[in-house]
């Protein structure tokens, strides 16, 4: 069991790893995708410098304008076939010209070739047909095998069928059996051609190891014969149903197509029909469009019948894929639409219980304040309370005392039947005299209690109108007044038997005062508003 579980883990690890190296493929593909443009500015940047070695040419340098034109030609072969074609003829002209027959000869196997990948294969049958292969060199030779090879696999493919199909392949070997046969050194070629071979034999194992070893790191080949070569592998991979290997290796030959600025491909239009059956219809569809555009750019009449044949179904499947995006973006955007409404009712409503509660505040702030002042006066009445009742019983007392030895003492009087002494004891009390001590009293306690009360009385009249006591006073009658109305007693008549005045002369005071106030109205509150000693 403990095995068991250690192969489901390593067969996950690897499938993630896959997973892992084809997306980071696909995006080295369409970070290349976007240089394209750089890699063919380079090619026409090759070309011209080409073009211009040529016009420096005598027209009478027959081996100079042969070599450029056949230079030219390797620029255009895999890039535009319209280009090609027009140097290749120029390379038979003037072979014509010369008399050169293995020169001829040459330019037909290369004239072969670009009409084998424009999809011409009569016309390339017929141009390889004129070739004495005895005039051609080793590797012209074993490009003329090569192209009769693979005009026959190509028919193969594209008969497609149980009649045909077999002889064609079966020629096609044959071609490629001579083809090898004059490599030699040329590991090279021969690798890919025996390959190549067991490829079309179905024999892929073989046809991998040929392979493979052409995409070693130390094999010196160049990009566009990794491209082929990673193509067909990846193809023996797919065969074998290795689909995440094929479809690396086809992204491989697709990322080598275009720094080699190959226009006339396979890997792409391979690649593309690939994803389309994996069901990523983006890519597919991108892939597909830009292997179209590669076929139109070389003018590939075979490679666009392929494309042509699947390019429909990818772009339907991308429509449709694009519908459902777009209603998915819409029910997404109803979704969001929908929450930002709630959002924007919730914080409306938010916003309305935020007033609310801020008016709240300010009324709860504005009974605060109120309950503070409120507070504050009880603090301050309670202990004006306090200190009057203090005073209060502390003159009460005396009066008591007093009361008990004027009663002690007239009782004695009586019972000793001395009455004439009576009334030397009524005769000590001195009425004015106490009144005076009383007037004292209250004066010096009020001062205490209302210390800034003559200053904040005396600030509301000009200079001329204040009222302050004499040196021997603490308060005088008028102040007086106004001190019984601070501490609450705003009764007329009261005040007046306080003072020992009648009730018209107290309210004559009170009128006369308030007239010379700079604020009149406003005078008897602004008394009220007197504070207090701070007790605390």
């Given at each position: 069991?403990?095995?068991?579980?250690?192969?489901?883990?390593?067969?996950?690890?690897?499938?993630?790893?896959?997973?892992?190296?084809?997306?980071?493929?696909?995006?080295?593909?369409?970070?290349?995708?976007?240089?394209?443009?750089?890699?063919?500015?380079?090619?026409?940047?090759?070309?011209?410098?080409?073009?211009?070695?040529?016009?420096?040419?005598?027209?009478?340098?027959?081996?100079?304008?042969?070599?450029?034109?056949?230079?030219?030609?390797?620029?255009?072969?895999?890039?535009?076939?319209?280009?090609?074609?027009?140097?290749?003829?120029?390379?038979?002209?003037?072979?014509?010209?010369?008399?050169?027959?293995?020169?001829?000869?040459?330019?037909?196997?290369?004239?072969?070739?670009?009409?084998?990948?424009?999809?011409?294969?009569?016309?390339?049958?017929?141009?390889?047909?004129?070739?004495?292969?005895?005039?051609?060199?080793?590797?012209?030779?074993?490009?003329?095998?090569?192209?009769?090879?693979?005009?026959?696999?190509?028919?193969?493919?594209?008969?497609?069928?149980?009649?045909?199909?077999?002889?064609?392949?079966?020629?096609?070997?044959?071609?490629?059996?001579?083809?090898?046969?004059?490599?030699?050194?040329?590991?090279?070629?021969?690798?890919?051609l025996l390959g190549l071979q067991k490829l079309q034999e179905k024999k892929f194992e073989e046809g991998k190891t040929w392979f493979t070893k052409l995409l070693e790191?130390?094999?010196?080949?160049?990009?566009?014969?990794r491209a082929m070569v990673s193509c067909s592998l990846g193809t023996i991979y797919l065969e074998n149903n290795q689909k995440t290997e094929g479809l690396n290796l086809?992204?491989?030959?697709?990322?080598?197509?275009?720094?080699?600025?190959?226009?006339?491909?396979?890997?792409?239009?391979?690649?593309?029909?690939?994803?389309?059956?994996?069901?990523?219809?983006?890519?597919?569809?991108?892939?597909?469009?830009?292997?179209?555009?590669?076929?139109?750019?070389?003018?590939?009449?075979?490679?666009?019948?392929?494309?042509?044949?699947?390019?429909?179904?990818?772009?339907?499947?991308?429509?449709?894929?694009?519908?459902?995006?777009?209603?998915?973006?819409?029910?997404?955007?109803?979704?969001?639409?929908?929450?930002?409404?709630?959002?924007?009712?919730?914080?409306?409503?938010?916003?309305?219980?935020?007033?609310?509660?801020?008016?709240?505040?300010?009324?709860?702030?504005?009974?605060?304040?109120?309950?503070?002042?409120?507070?504050g006066k009880l603090i301050e009445d309670a202990k004006i309370k306090e200190e009057y009742i203090g005073q209060f019983f502390k003159a009460i007392s005396g009066y008591?005392?007093?009361?008990?030895?004027?009663?002690?003492?007239?009782?004695?009087?009586?019972?000793?039947?001395?009455?004439?002494?009576?009334?030397?004891?009524?005769?000590?009390?001195?009425?004015?005299?106490?009144?005076?001590?009383?007037?004292?009293?209250?004066?010096?306690?009020?001062?205490?209690?209302?210390?800034?009360?003559?200053?904040?009385?005396?600030?509301?009249?000009?200079?001329?109108?204040?009222?302050?006591?004499?040196?021997?006073?603490?308060?005088?009658?008028?102040?007086?007044?106004?001190?019984?109305?601070?501490?609450?007693?705003?009764?007329?008549?009261?005040?007046?038997?306080?003072?020992?005045?009648?009730?018209?002369?107290?309210?004559?005071?009170?009128?006369?005062?308030?007239?010379?106030?700079?604020?009149?109205?406003?005078?008897?509150?602004?008394?009220?508003?007197?504070?207090?000693?701070?007790?605390?």
């Amino acid at each position: 069991m403990k095995y068991y579980f250690c192969l489901i883990f390593l067969l996950t690890s690897f499938s993630v790893f896959a997973l892992n190296t084809t997306d980071n493929l696909i995006d080295e593909l369409k970070n290349e995708i976007a240089k394209k443009n750089g890699y063919d500015n380079n090619k026409e940047i090759r070309i011209k410098k080409l073009k211009l070695n040529l016009s420096r040419l005598s027209k009478d340098d027959y081996d100079g304008q042969f070599y450029n034109w056949n230079s030219l030609y390797s620029e255009y072969k895999s890039y535009q076939f319209d280009s090609a074609y027009v140097y290749v003829d120029k390379m038979i002209s003037l072979s014509k010209l010369r008399g050169d027959k293995p020169r001829e000869y040459y330019s037909y196997v290369k004239m072969a070739f670009i009409l084998l990948s424009s999809g011409m294969f009569h016309e390339a049958f017929d141009f390889l047909h004129k070739v004495d292969v005895k005039a051609l060199n080793n590797p012209a030779r074993i490009d003329y095998y090569f192209f009769l090879g693979r005009c026959n696999y190509d028919l193969a493919n594209y008969s497609n069928d149980k009649y045909f199909t077999p002889n064609y392949i079966e020629t096609g070997n044959k071609f490629i059996d001579s083809a090898i046969s004059f490599c030699g050194d040329d590991y090279i070629s021969r690798n890919y051609l025996l390959g190549l071979q067991k490829l079309q034999e179905k024999k892929f194992e073989e046809g991998k190891t040929w392979f493979t070893k052409l995409l070693e790191n130390k094999t010196p080949i160049t990009m566009h014969l990794r491209a082929m070569v990673s193509c067909s592998l990846g193809t023996i991979y797919l065969e074998n149903n290795q689909k995440t290997e094929g479809l690396n290796l086809m992204i491989q030959s697709a990322i080598s197509d275009i720094k080699s600025s190959t226009r006339e491909t396979v890997a792409l239009y391979t690649l593309a029909e690939i994803l389309y059956k994996e069901g990523n219809i983006k890519d597919a569809y991108s892939f597909i469009q830009l292997a179209k555009d590669d076929a139109d750019f070389y003018g590939a009449r075979q490679r666009k019948i392929q494309i042509g044949s699947i390019l429909p179904v990818i772009a339907a499947a991308e429509l449709n894929n694009s519908e459902h995006q777009k209603n998915r973006f819409l029910v997404f955007l109803v979704i969001i639409t929908a929450l930002a409404l709630l959002v924007v009712f919730f914080m409306l409503m938010l916003f309305k219980q935020l007033k609310k509660l801020k008016i709240k505040e300010r009324i709860i702030e504005g009974n605060n304040v109120q309950l503070s002042e409120i507070n504050g006066k009880l603090i301050e009445d309670a202990k004006i309370k306090e200190e009057y009742i203090g005073q209060f019983f502390k003159a009460i007392s005396g009066y008591i005392l007093k009361l008990e030895n004027l009663k002690i003492s007239i009782d004695a009087k009586l019972s000793m039947k001395k009455y004439d002494a009576i009334h030397p004891l009524i005769d000590s009390i001195d009425i004015k005299k106490e009144r005076e001590n009383l007037y004292y009293s209250f004066d010096h306690i009020f001062v205490k209690i209302f210390p800034n009360f003559i200053n904040v009385f005396n600030s509301q009249f000009d200079k001329k109108d204040q009222i302050w006591p004499q040196e021997d006073e603490v308060l005088n009658t008028d102040l007086r007044i106004f001190a019984l109305i601070r501490m609450g007693i705003s009764d007329n008549d009261t005040i007046a038997k306080i003072l020992e005045y009648s009730v018209n002369t107290i309210y004559v005071y009170k009128m006369r005062i308030k007239a010379k106030s700079l604020h009149p109205e406003q005078f008897e509150q602004c008394i009220m508003n007197i504070k207090a000693f701070d007790f605390n």
